[in-house]
Structures are given as structure tokens and as C-alpha cells.
């Protein structure tokens, strides 16, 4: 393993180190390049499934590990070896879809990791564009559940697709004690609500926090960047965390606000993580 100064690096994926192009700029390869050079352990964390960010990022990639679906997996970059992952088994798949589907809730229940790519969906609306567009992405993975008659045996996670409306998120939440509830934003109309359904504290601050204790890394080295609800519980474990400023407003208070992920937010927080360093 390559000698590090004991110290990561966590960075979201879409809208904090994507453009919105869905590209990476040359200035964040850069800056990603030197901390690197610098000794400092590079950590992608996503909500995206390990086939879509291979859809994105190139296995040449400048980063060491990475948290997937949220943290249901994490996978070492450079061989390609599963480290750590979690699931749901049956009862749990059977007690969450009995919740949305009494309120009529459209949902994916996903299979296992690696391959959470492929999921069997639920759909009762029709207005739900969000959902349809979803299912059309992945249309080469997705199986409806009235042609299966089957959800899988485990599950990564299950997604539930909301309209822009919190309360109802918060209340189909407090129905699910004992699984960890996750908001996001979706990544497609960037609009509708994400209820991203996993075993209890599964989320990006567990793995980060899992990932630390695996490479022997004090968490009091480590720094977050993010842009969305799902960074929160990574951005709240890191000790030093920078929030983007395309994030939801409401969350701009509670980390170091950097320019958006189209203004060069990252790096603007890279070169404040490599002073830090250079002079610690």
C-alpha cells in the first residue's frame, strides 16, 4: 500500500466533484493528483450504484477507495476487491414495501451489492415521471413486480420515489423505525424526493467511519465535501467538512460554505485542505 499521511479525504460524487455536465473539470483532476502527492487517502462517497459510477468514472481514475450506495458497499479502486457491505434480508424487504404501499408509494427494491444495479419495482403512479424516467434508465436491470410476483431474497437498499414534498417523506420516515431513512435529491429532474431505505445506520458517515478504523486513519484527519441530504451524516463525521454552495439552502449554515460544484468548489476546498496539512 502506498505510504499516506494518515490522513482521507471524502468527497460526494454528483454536484459537489461532477460539473454539471456530469464531468470532472481538469482543475479537480488536478487537485485530486496532488492529494495524492500529497499523501492523503482519496475517498469517493455516492449514492450511485457501482455500474453507474463506472458510467461516469474511468477505472484510471485518481482515487483509492470508494463508499457506494450510500455506504451499502465499499470497494478498494485499485483492485477492484469488495471490502465491506450490508443488506436486508426478506422480513425487512416484506415490513418496508407493507409501509409504502399503504401509502401508495412507488418503490425499487435492489439486490444485493455489487450488482444493486438491477431491482424490481412497484408503480402505482402514473404522474410519476421522476420514477418512470428512472426505470427507463435502468430498463436493461428492472423487473416489475407484476410480471415477477418476486422481490429479491436480500436487498442494498430499497428507493422510494416522493414528490417535492418533505412532510410526506417525514412521515412515511417515522413508520420505518429500526432501518436507516435517507433523503436525496433526485439526480434526474433534481426536484423529486429520494427515500433511500437501508439496514440501520447504514449510511456515508458509517462507511467513512468503517473505512477510517479499516486504514487505520483518525477521524480527527479526516474532511468531507458535499453538496445534498445524504452528505449529511458524512459532512456531520469528518472533522473538517465543506458543504457546496448549489446545496439546499437550509443547509448552508452548518458547514464551510465553498463556491458551487460548477464554480470550482472543490478544488477551492482541496487547496484549504492541502494548507491545513502543509502547515500542521
Not at 456530469?22 to 492529494?35: E, I, Y
Not at 412515511?172 to 445506520?201: A, C, F
Request: charged residues 20%.
Amino acid at each position: 500500500m502506498t505510504m499516506t499521511t494518515g490522513s482521507a479525504i471524502f468527497t460526494d460524487l454528483d454536484g459537489t466533484l461532477l460539473n454539471s455536465s456530469q464531468q470532472v473539470s481538469g482543475a479537480s483532476l488536478d487537485c485530486l493528483h496532488m492529494l495524492g502527492k500529497a499523501g492523503i487517502v482519496r475517498v469517493i462517497a455516492t449514492g450511485r450504484s457501482y455500474l453507474s459510477f463506472r458510467r461516469v468514472i474511468p477505472s484510471d481514475f485518481p482515487a483509492d477507495y470508494l463508499i457506494f450506495s450510500t455506504g451499502a458497499g465499499i470497494l478498494d479502486l485499485a483492485n477492484g476487491e469488495l471490502l465491506h457491505s450490508h443488506y436486508l434480508n426478506r422480513s425487512d424487504i416484506e415490513q418496508i414495501t407493507s409501509t409504502l404501499e399503504h401509502y401508495d408509494t412507488d418503490y425499487m427494491v435492489h439486490e444485493p451489492v455489487p450488482d444493486n444495479h438491477c431491482f424490481t419495482f412497484r408503480k402505482t403512479n402514473s404522474a410519476n415521471i421522476d420514477f418512470t424516467n428512472r426505470i427507463s434508465l435502468y430498463r436493461n436491470y428492472a423487473s416489475d413486480f407484476s410480471s415477477s410476483g418476486h422481490y429479491p431474497e436480500q436487498s442494498a437498499q430499497i428507493i422510494a420515489v416522493l414528490d417535492d414534498d418533505p412532510s410526506s417523506f417525514q412521515r412515511i420516515s417515522k413508520k420505518l423505525n429500526g432501518y436507516q431513512v435517507t433523503r436525496t435529491t433526485s439526480p434526474l429532474d433534481h426536484r423529486s424526493i429520494w427515500m433511500e431505505i437501508y439496514p440501520e445506520n447504514v449510511h456515508k458517515g458509517s462507511g467513512a467511519a468503517w473505512l477510517c478504523q479499516h486504514l487505520d486513519i483518525d477521524y480527527r484527519k479526516t474532511t468531507g465535501i458535499g453538496n445534498d441530504y445524504n452528505d449529511i451524516d458524512l459532512l456531520d463525521f469528518t472533522q473538517v467538512s465543506y458543504l457546496l454552495a448549489n446545496a439546499p439552502p437550509e443547509l448552508h449554515g452548518r458547514y464551510n460554505l465553498v463556491p458551487a460544484n460548477d464554480e470550482g468548489g472543490f478544488c477551492h476546498a482541496v487547496r484549504d485542505i492541502l494548507k491545513r496539512t502543509s502547515s500542521s
